[in-house]
């Protein structure tokens, strides 16, 4: 029988969520009930006339190749920026974990590009990289490989994934290193006893221990890379060269505030609203079930 | 609590001078920052000084999309300023704004202050003026794209810096012998899409645009795939290919380049002097933008870019009186010598034009008139007044990628401007739904 914590009357319990509620409902439910609302219209800048469309604008959206290329964009993209920020962070915090002295030192070496914003983040990798001052960029020159992410889609794309990948291995280590601290010691200890040398112990019980940690990092790093690497990319290639780098919000960003075109903008938000919430259900249903607490 | 508010109130109240109780303030929203922000800001003290019925209150809203932003904004919440400053880019937005706007030709006949129509240069007041002649925004910044030389680059390259440079086909010479002396970049620009396809339309008079390039109509459709502008594009895009063009970015990254020494031939706007000035340690001088030969056998005008001054609507008839004089204060010969000779933005009057000859700076500063020469030269026709087209900052983004596509050797000058066209067509059949 499950023990149940109830409430006499609904006083009490109504004041408590009010709070989440009245956020959610002020910053979210409102707001992206005014995009669903004014997709179905094509506004002028101003405000002063709005013409109805009904679905037009996502026809017109849905038509556009150049739209439909950028969900191509957004898949890469999110795809490599979650797989080199989890391995790399997964990576690191095994060596820490591994380290008796010194790696309180480490962790807080390793947290620091966390507290960089990615726009800041994004400005620094250009420098780093920008094809005639850049340091990197000479290095590269010198060993003879021309670097331009200015034409080159497949190097601004790797510029772009590396710049938002590098804080957020900061976060998945902290999160990794955590839940490696709670792996019980005898069960390591007893497999170390059978013979098990260690990677094979770190895939069959590390590993399987950490999946929780690991399917909870998947769904914020994948809506991270969604949304809020838009930083980084208005900084480093505005989108370019050609569409290479336009990721679905930022083409929301480009086409609603420097375009002015709020019905197409706001269609482009509920598309994506769409899209993320069909990701979080995929992952939910087929990826959780492999996960054990 | 209450009495220190009140408290901090009246001690204020007491600080603040007396004097501007009475006046009349005036909103100004614009996009400068740095070395011009401080002239505009030394423009709006001066006009404050010569005066006691208005005050003008000048910020800064960050760059030009988000000055045009903060002010829609505004707009939408009822806290519009009185002056926006909106970029050549935004201007059929603005046009098409009837309600948010209010024209310039209206709000000068209401305040009563002094305002000559005939006084501003053609090419420049063409840009914001409708086709029945009435000025509907002020011309504040406007520039024009040169060709800037390296004279230090020309001769360690072993080429004599004065060559003829006056045609593309002569520049393609002197890049070969550029890149054969050893000069790494021997091109680089700013600005492709303005300098090297609207500009490029407008100096060999043909249209980049149907409709007058929009003047005329919102059923306007871009016509920038021309012969003209594809021969132009695909010479660029070899002399790209062959390491003679250096393509550096969307923006004016190139000026880096240049200002460094690193590059010889720089197609930039003439407001790129200020910079080149402070910051070059080589001898360089000015040119004229190269035309083609082969289309033309005399140059049409270039066009300009930049931004002008925007009244907007809602407020009283006393403000906008004040609106009225500091207009009238900004068109001012003094005020447009000293704005042009500093910032190498054009004088936006013949007057002021004339009186910067007069006082000696283009003898002191060769090169400086080359721009208001390339302007004024001819009457301007109704392929080379200007732009207006909607949504034109993001077909400019199309171009922008279009052009990466041909400098990248992926697509042809021809495809690339055929998939510009009908993608920009797709924006502008929006805008004109957006606004009928």
Redesign the interface.
Known sequence: MEKRVTFRGWLLPLALIAPQVIISAVFFFYPAGQAVWQSLF???????S??FVGLGNFE?LLS?K?YRASFVTTAVFSTLVTLCSMIPALFLAVIADRLIKGSGVYRTLLIWPYAVAPAVAGVLWLFMFN???GVVAWYLSQLGYDWNH???DTEAMGLVVVASAWGRISYNFLFFFAALQSVPRSVIEAAAIDGAHFWRRFFTIVLPLLSPTAFFLLVVNVVYAFFETFGVIHTIT??????ATTILVYKVF??G?????L??SSAQSVILLIVVGLLTVIQFKYVEKRVHY | MKKNFLGALAVTTALSPVAAMAQTEVQFWHAFTGRLGELVKAQVEEFNASQDEFVVVESHKGNYSETLNAGIAAFRAGEQPQILMVFEVGTATMMSAEGAIRPVYEVMAESGASFDPDAYIGAVKGYYTTTDGDMLSLPFNSSTPVLWVNRDAFEAAGVDPDTDLSTWEKVGDVLEQLKAGGEECPLVTAWQSWIHLENMSAYHDVPFASQDNGFAGLDTELMLNGPAQVAHLTAMGDWAKDGKFIYTGRRNEGGANFRSGECALFTESSAGYAGIKAEAEFDFDVRPLPYWEAVTSEPQNTIIGGASLWVMEGHDPEEYKGVGEFLSFLSSSDVQSAWHQNTGYLPITAEAGDATRAAGFYDENPGTDIAVIQMTAKEPTANSKGLRLGSFDQIRGIIDEELEAVWAGEKTAQEAMDSAKERGDALLRRFESANQ
């Open positions: 094509i506004p002028d800048p101003f405000g002063l709005s013409q017109f556009d150049y094809t005639r001052v200015v034409l080159n505005g989108g370019g060269p050609q569409q480009s086409d505030f420097v375009g002015q075109d019905g197409s």
